[in-house]
């Protein structure tokens, strides 16, 4: 074997090397003292710093969700540009032209925002790929925490940037900060798989994923703060930058790729872990990412589906909620901020409900775990596709507006008991691969919906906005209905070829480096697996 095997007994390090020469590493007094420090067992430490990792992801994306309505000169007249329905503002009364903040200086209209606002998932969808062969290659500490801590320097920036070169370069900086939040969730799927026994995956993966929306949450709520009474929309982007440079420091010291890996976990969770999570029993770091498996797959593409419908539906309420709020409904951007963040406490709230009725009735064997991703997937699709229509069908009716969102959110709290968690259970070993792929596809949603509304709601009104909730109604609804009827959720054959072999008629080469090099012909087929793709 040319990796070495690590293994720990009695606070020492007992280490394999290839020759299988055995030798010993005691702990040294600062591993000791750590380990004896750390109460709370590693998996929840490594939940609970992801939890900060993606809110801190997540605020970098809202932040000009709400920047951008303070950037742009905001022109009103009487006759709310001639909008029999048009909502009456909590500002602006009278009939003169007003420009309400000074360090409005943009001239964009619509359709330049929702270019604008969609720019960042240009370059969100290009580097996931990349982002799932390094973690599969080197682990998935170091490319999440990079990744993500070059996002925080080009936010840092940002506010130079735009004032330098207007919108052509904000456009630029938002795919270039894209870029580097795209190896996130493989990276983070990586080391989930790694982490997370099956038992715990709904819950924890709530934990994680609702950092999500606390960034939503603690994004908007901020922003809006920080740009109340007229200030400066630079603070947005200086003090969310700085927020992720701090979650780097807080990363490198505490989180770790793998439990084998991890200086200071003890013995008894270590041993826990090797014997409840899934992994291959062979593995080998220069066996190559199987795409080609995974791209014949039909559960793979499936989840793809599943995850653009969602993506439609979220993107949708992350990115235009605030400009909703602000253009429709005419709430002032304080206002906005705090209301924007309260759909997305509640969709924290729900998953990590949902999180623990999941596990609980998976481990009471209530219903099986296919049932149980069908159950919550679907809560997470009709329940938001119904309610926001609900919500666009309300009118200027204010209070009832925001709770339909705020139920919309909460239902789809439900995902990560869904669908999120599906690729652990069909690809443990290469669920940072199987991640990027369907986020690639999926991401195209980010894209595509922030201009799709511009193009459909030009003028911001009331009507127009109803048409572009029934686009994301049945992006939701059909895609939901592909899922529940094509999904799987048994370990698939490719994610661990030496114990499964291969199905029945593949002719598309070996996936493995031994057999790559052995031979150019696969013929052998060994156990098969419950499902065949």
Known sequence: MNMEELKMEKGEVLILNSDAEKFIKKDSTIIKLLRSCCLIPQRY????????????????????????????????????????????????????????????????????????????????????????????????????????????????????VTRMGGSTWLFILRIVEGMGEGPTMPGLSYMMARWIPPHERAFISAIIFGGGQIGNIFGSSMSGLLLANGRDWAYVFYFFGGFGIFWFILWSFLCYSEPNTHPFISKKELDYLNETVTRAKNINKRDPVPWKAIIRSPPAWVLLVA???????????????????????????????????????????????????????????????????????????????????????????????????????????????????????????????????????????????????????????????????????????????????WMEVDQIWWDDVRQFGYPPGWKHGSLTSDEASNSQDVELIKKQPKEIS
Request: with cysteine.
């Open 307 to 485: 995850n653009v419908g969602h993506d439609w539906g979220l993107y949708t309420i992350v990115s235009d909620l605030p400009k909703y709020t602000h253009d429709v409904l005419k709430f002032n951007i304080a206002t906005t901020g705090i209301l924007t963040g309260l759909p997305f406490m509640a969709m924290t709230i729900c998953a990590s409900i949902f999180g623990i009725i999941c596990d609980f009735s998976i481990r009471k064997k209530w219903h099986s775990v296919k049932t149980a991703r069908r159950i919550y997937t679907t809560i997470a699709a009709t329940g938001p596709a119904i309610c926001i229509i609900l919500a666009s069908y309300s009118g200027c009716d204010r209070n009832a507006a925001i709770i339909y969102f705020i139920m919309s959110m909460g239902l789809m709290g439900a995902y990560y008991s869904g669908m999120k968690v599906n690729t652990l259970d069909m690809a443990p070993n290469y669920s940072g691969s199987l991640t990027s792929f369907i986020n690639t596809a999926s991401t195209f949603a980010g894209m595509i919906t922030p201009y799709l509304i511009g193009l459909l709601t030009p003028d911001s009104t009331l009507i127009q906005w109803r048409i572009a909730f029934w686009v994301c109604f049945v992006m939701l609804v059909g895609t939901n209905i592909v899922y529940c009827i």
């Open 45 to 160: 430490v490594f939940a609970i710093v992801g939890l900060i990792g993606i809110c801190n992801a997540f605020t970098m994306r809202v932040t000009l969700n709400m920047a951008i309505t303070q950037m742009v000169k905001h022109k009103y007249n009487g006759r709310e540009n001639l909008d029999p329905d048009a909502c009456p503002s909590d500002g602006i009364s009278n009939n003169t032209t007003v420009v309400t903040n000074p360090y409005a200086i943009f001239e964009w209209d619509e359709m330049t925002q929702g270019l604008l606002l969609s720019g960042f998932y240009y370059g969100y969808a290009t580097t996931q790929v990349l982002g799932g062969y390094l973690a599969q290659k080197f682990g998935g500490k170091w490319v999440l925490g990079f990744g993500l801590l070059s996002t925080a320097l080009f936010t840092f920036l940002t506010p130079i």
